[in-house]
Every structure is written in structure tokens, then in C-alpha cells.
């Protein structure tokens, strides 16, 4: 398996544009997270899929962000309009759970994107 | 609620020393704790996991760690350092027993191997 895939790596943007990040997870596995790494914030989850369903947006920033997964292959995050505040590396992770047993399997991330908003 | 603490920013090490990285957590019920490695411009990368059994783990690379339910710590350990262990680790705790599936991530720790 190739691991999970992100597109871009890099993105440089002017504040005001609309971004989007996209994640294609490992085949198989049915939860996908996604976090933000900064230098003061460290790693922040933004969102959790469980299934393609969200569970949990609690950590999304604002209404400027939205995250979407149409299926189980494929996961955006989209940020409209973006901010110099935004500028971090977003991470796509993805796992399996086992419903009806205490899953505990571990994360695989991806590469990251590092979004640059100018 | 579940949280974990990394209380050192940074560790350095000569190369061929033993090094530990310090963790420790809280949770309500029995934890599940893992170790991440983060190597520069790249995404986290699983070391090992406690669920249940033996205190001490092993993973990859030569990297073991302890488990101790009294001290509620889960240190990183490796008896001898490479200078390609250099890297940025991150400890991550979800309680286990129905808990969250969701884990929470340490600060992270910046590890300096140094020849």
C-alpha cells in the first residue's frame, strides 16, 4: 500500500483565496483524522471520520474551515477565505476501528501539506 | 478527560548513550499509549503501543518503553542512541475500555543526538 496520500505537499496562497487539501487514506481503514501542526500550537485534531461520517468538528477553527469525506477513499479540508493565521502543515491520518471490541490501532499519517497563506 | 504531558522540550544525547524521553498521562480509566516519531518534513510515524500485558513494549528501531501504572508514565527508552534518531517524538494516550477513540497528543519532544 502506498500509505495515505496528500495533495498538495506545498501551497502558497494570498489571503482571501479559497483552499483545498485533499487526502486519499490507506484502502481498508474506516477513520480518518485530520490535524494541524504549528510551532506554538503543536498538533491540534481538527476533524474525525468515522465511517465517512464526522464525529467530531469540535476542533475545527471556525466557519472558515469545512472538511468533507464523500467516500471512503477520498477526504478535503477546504479553507474560505484563508488567513495569514492559517499558515501551518496539515496532516490527513487515517486508522482502523473495530466496532464492538476496544480498538486500539494506531494512526498512519501522511506527509503533510505546508500551506503558506501570504 | 484524558491528557498527556512530554515535560521536556528538548533531550540531547551523545551517540551511543542511552536515552529517554519522558511521558506521562492521565486518564479515567485503563489508558492505550503510543509513541510517534516525526523525522523533518514528514508526517508522524508509530513507534510501539501499551494496551495491555508486559510493562515493557518494544517497537521500532530498537525503542522500547515502560509502562507505569503508579507513576502514570511511559517513557521512551533506547539503550544505545543513534545520530539518525534525531527527530521530534510525540506521546499520545486514548482511554481504552469504550473510552474516546480519539487520542491526545503530547507537545512533543525534540531529540538531539550529537556525535
Known amino acids: 500500500d502506498a500509505g495515505v496520500i496528500q495533495s498538495p505537499r506545498h501551497e502558497v496562497t494570498e489571503m482571501g483565496q479559497e483552499v483545498t487539501l485533499r487526502c486519499k487514506p490507506i484502502?481498508?481503514?474506516?477513520?480518518l483524522f485530520w490535524y494541524r501542526q504549528t510551532m506554538m500550537r503543536g498538533l491540534e485534531l481538527l476533524i474525525y471520520?468515522?465511517?465517512?461520517?464526522?464525529?467530531?468538528d469540535s476542533g475545527m477553527p471556525e466557519d472558515r474551515f469545512s472538511a468533507k469525506m464523500p467516500n471512503a477513499s477520498f477526504s478535503t479540508l477546504k479553507i474560505q477565505p484563508s488567513e495569514p493565521r492559517d499558515s501551518a502543515v496539515y496532516f490527513c491520518?487515517?486508522?482502523?476501528?473495530?466496532?464492538?471490541?476496544?480498538?486500539?490501532?494506531?494512526?498512519?499519517f501522511g506527509p503533510g501539506t505546508r500551506l503558506t497563506v501570504l | 478527560a484524558q491528557s498527556v504531558a512530554q515535560p521536556e522540550d528538548q533531550v540531547k544525547v551523545a551517540e551511543g548513550n542511552p536515552l529517554t524521553v519522558k511521558c506521562t498521562y492521565s486518564v479515567s480509566g485503563n489508558p492505550y499509549l503510543f509513541w510517534y516519531v516525526q523525522y523533518p518534513n514528514r508526517g508522524l510515524q508509530f513507534l510501539l503501543k501499551?494496551?495491555?500485558?508486559?510493562?515493557l513494549v518494544k517497537g521500532s528501531y530498537g525503542f522500547e518503553a515502560e509502562f507505569n501504572k503508579s507513576q502514570t508514565s511511559f517513557h521512551l527508552k533506547k539503550p544505545s542512541a543513534l545520530v539518525s534518531d534525531s527527530a521530534l517524538y510525540f506521546c499520545a494516550v486514548r482511554e481504552g475500555s469504550g473510552g474516546s477513540y480519539i487520542p491526545t497528543f503530547g507537545r512533543g519532544t525534540s531529540l538531539i543526538v550529537h556525535p
Open positions: 501499551y494496551i495491555t500485558g508486559d510493562n
Open positions: 471520520f468515522n465511517n465517512n461520517v464526522p464525529i467530531d
Open positions: 491520518a487515517s486508522s482502523y476501528r473495530v466496532w464492538g471490541s476496544y480498538s486500539y490501532n494506531e494512526q498512519f
Open positions: 484502502s481498508g481503514h474506516n477513520s
